[in-house]
């Protein structure tokens, strides 16, 4: 393998989703790329850096001559191990004191650094080595004039004289990579502003929240079908702070995708193979606008689908749920959100919208004024129409249909304890009743 991932500590550890979409992308590309052992933090800069500045350059040094020692350039889907790497990388070729203190450093450990190998990140390696026009040529499902807002990130463009991938003041490559899958890349104003998460470790959390806002309402405004980027720390701002928002009740509903999902849709994958649905603010409305494109979805009658897809966005009652407490392969939100992306079809034959127990407590807390209780009480309608049904239930409607009752009176039971016989049940008028009503 001529190339070895650098996932750097977020996305192993927070977003694993988002490496399942690289690694799927770049597999069905056929671009050979591995892993290797060894690898620490790379170290991050804007913490160690400061504290620490020798240990931020050896650290750094360290993991780029495990990759040298193997011949393999480095692919990082991150924009902060893109900085650190890139940074280390550059200063050592530029200083050959520096390098030199360096490897005495690493000689301890069994290393050497040379400065042989490459590191790109994951948007640079796509547009510059796979190249747009084989990305182009491996679409089949294209986003056709759906509008993406794209979100370099600082890192990934500054400071140019360590970075070098595209013009900082007016980059175009990534917004190429967003083009050749059909769709549209929307100019806006707070287009390269940082989103701001590297105020929260300094406890600047409103601070970091307020500058995700402001691209976020901007976005609103000109209602994008999604964000996309490519960078962990960025999604934390624009995916994880703005499901914070929701739960407050500020309705931003702006779908986040990294640029490895957008591109996983355009070549046929399903999202369940990206794993989409574990972003924190639901991308369904951008799902759906896609699956318009390529025959549309089915919907069920009855419902108001936007408020299901705020159900889904939402989530914030699904440990609300009685039966979410006994039952941990059972989660409400799931179903809500296989609702948004239309799957009613296999929803209909699946035993989890039979678990709603209807006691209404989602119906009571959801702060949509809601509640999800009505959308599987419209799943299990359409299922009863299509004769799908439990066995208990099936038995429940015969024993009903036949008698006007679910169970028998217990004679014996009630004579033992010396109650009157049981009332009759006017099956008979019934049944006209409800012939008259079928007419």
Same mark, same amino acid.
């Given at each position: 393998?001529?190339?070895?991932?650098?996932?750097?500590?977020?996305?192993?550890?927070?977003?694993?989703?988002?490496?399942?979409?690289?690694?799927?992308?770049?597999?069905?590309?056929?671009?050979?790329?591995?892993?290797?052992?060894?690898?620490?933090?790379?170290?991050?800069?804007?913490?160690?850096?400061?504290?620490?500045?020798?240990?931020?350059?050896?650290?750094?040094?360290?993991?780029?001559?495990?990759?040298?020692?193997?011949?393999?350039?480095?692919? @990082?889907?991150?924009?902060? *191990?893109?900085?650190? %790497?890139?940074? $280390?990388?550059?200063?050592?070729? #530029?200083? =050959?004191? /520096?390098?030199?203190?360096?490897?005495?450093?690493?000689?301890?450990?069994?290393?050497?650094?040379?400065?042989?190998?490459?590191?790109?990140?994951?948007?640079?390696?796509?547009?510059?080595?796979?190249?747009?026009?084989?990305?182009?040529?491996?679409?089949?499902?294209?986003?056709?004039?759906?509008?993406?807002?794209?979100?370099?990130?600082?890192?990934?463009?500054?400071?140019?004289?360590?970075?070098?991938?595209?013009?900082?003041?007016?980059?175009?490559?990534?917004?190429?990579?967003?083009?050749?899958?059909?769709?549209?890349?929307?100019?806006?104003? @707070?287009?390269?502003?940082? *989103?701001?998460?590297? %105020?929260?470790? $300094?406890?600047?959390?409103?601070? #970091?929240? =307020?500058? /995700?806002?402001?691209?976020?309402?901007?976005?609103?405004?000109?209602?994008?079908?999604?964000?996309?980027?490519?960078?962990?720390?960025?999604?934390?701002?624009?995916?994880?702070?703005?499901?914070?928002?929701?739960?407050?009740?500020?309705?931003?509903?702006?779908?986040?995708?990294?640029?490895?999902?957008?591109?996983?849709?355009?070549?046929?994958?399903?999202?369940?193979?990206?794993?989409?649905?574990?972003?924190?603010?639901?991308?369904?409305?951008?799902?759906?606008?896609?699956?318009?494109?390529?025959?549309?979805?089915?919907?069920?009658?009855?419902?108001?689908?936007?408020?299901?897809?705020?159900?889904?966005?939402?989530?914030?009652?699904?440990?609300?749920?009685?039966?979410?407490?006994?039952?941990?392969?059972?989660?409400?939100?799931?179903?809500?959100?296989?609702?948004?992306?239309?799957?009613?079809?296999?929803?209909?034959?699946?035993?989890?919208?039979?678990?709603?127990?209807?006691?209404?407590?989602?119906?009571?807390?959801?702060?949509?004024?809601?509640?999800?209780?009505?959308?599987?009480?419209?799943?299990?309608?359409?299922?009863?129409?299509?004769?799908?049904?439990?066995?208990?239930?099936?038995?429940?409607?015969?024993?009903?249909?036949?008698?006007?009752?679910?169970?028998?009176?217990?004679?014996?039971?009630?004579?033992?304890?010396?109650?009157?016989?049981?009332?009759?049940?006017?099956?008979?008028?019934?049944?006209?009743?409800?012939?008259?009503?079928?007419?």
């Amino acid at each position: 393998m001529p190339y070895a991932y650098f996932w750097g500590c977020f996305i192993p550890a927070r977003f694993p989703f988002l490496e399942k979409s690289t690694r799927v992308v770049l597999g069905n590309l056929g671009v050979d790329v591995g892993d290797l052992d060894g690898f620490t933090c790379c170290p991050e800069t804007s913490v160690l850096k400061p504290a620490e500045e020798r240990t931020w350059l050896l650290a750094a040094a360290r993991n780029l001559a495990i990759a040298e020692t193997r011949g393999l350039d480095l692919v @990082t889907p991150c924009n902060g *191990c893109y900085l650190t %790497l890139k940074t $280390v990388a550059a200063k050592l070729s #530029a200083d =050959a004191a /520096a390098l030199a203190q360096v490897n005495q450093a690493l000689q301890r450990v069994g290393l050497e650094l040379n400065g042989r190998i490459r590191v790109y990140h994951l948007i640079e390696f796509l547009h510059d080595v796979v190249g747009v026009t084989t990305i182009r040529s491996a679409i089949t499902k294209p986003l056709t004039d759906l509008r993406i807002a794209v979100h370099y990130g600082c890192h990934m463009l500054r400071p140019s004289s360590a970075i070098g991938f595209d013009d900082a003041r007016h980059p175009t490559k990534f917004d190429n990579l967003v083009r050749a899958l059909g769709a549209v890349s929307e100019e806006y104003d @707070t287009k390269l502003m940082c *989103c701001g998460g590297a %105020l929260s470790p $300094v406890g600047s959390a409103e601070e #970091a929240a =307020a500058m /995700a806002r402001m691209k976020l309402v901007e976005l609103k405004s000109r209602k994008v079908d999604a964000m996309t980027l490519s960078c962990p720390n960025c999604l934390m701002q624009y995916d994880v702070n703005q499901f914070q928002m929701l739960r407050r009740g500020e309705q931003l509903g702006v779908p986040v995708l990294y640029y490895t999902e957008l591109l996983g849709l355009a070549m046929g994958l399903e999202p369940e193979e990206l794993g989409v649905s574990m972003h924190k603010v639901g991308v369904e409305p951008f799902l759906a606008a896609f699956a318009a494109l390529h025959g549309g979805a089915p919907q069920l009658p009855h419902l108001d689908m936007g408020a299901v897809q705020r159900c889904a966005e939402c989530g914030a009652c699904v440990h609300d749920c009685p039966v979410v407490r006994v039952d941990d392969g059972f989660n409400p939100n799931t179903v809500m959100k296989r609702l948004a992306l239309g799957d009613v079809d296999a929803l209909l034959t699946s035993p989890d919208i039979w678990k709603c127990v209807d006691c209404y407590v989602c119906a009571e807390l959801c702060p949509q004024n809601f509640g999800m209780d009505k959308a599987f009480e419209v799943l299990r309608a359409e299922a009863q129409a299509r004769g799908i049904r439990p066995s208990g239930t099936a038995a429940q409607l015969a024993a009903f249909a036949k008698a006007g009752r679910l169970s028998e009176v217990a004679e014996g039971p009630r004579r033992k304890l010396g109650l009157p016989p049981g009332p009759k049940s006017a099956i008979d008028d019934l049944r006209v009743l409800l012939a008259d009503s079928a007419e």
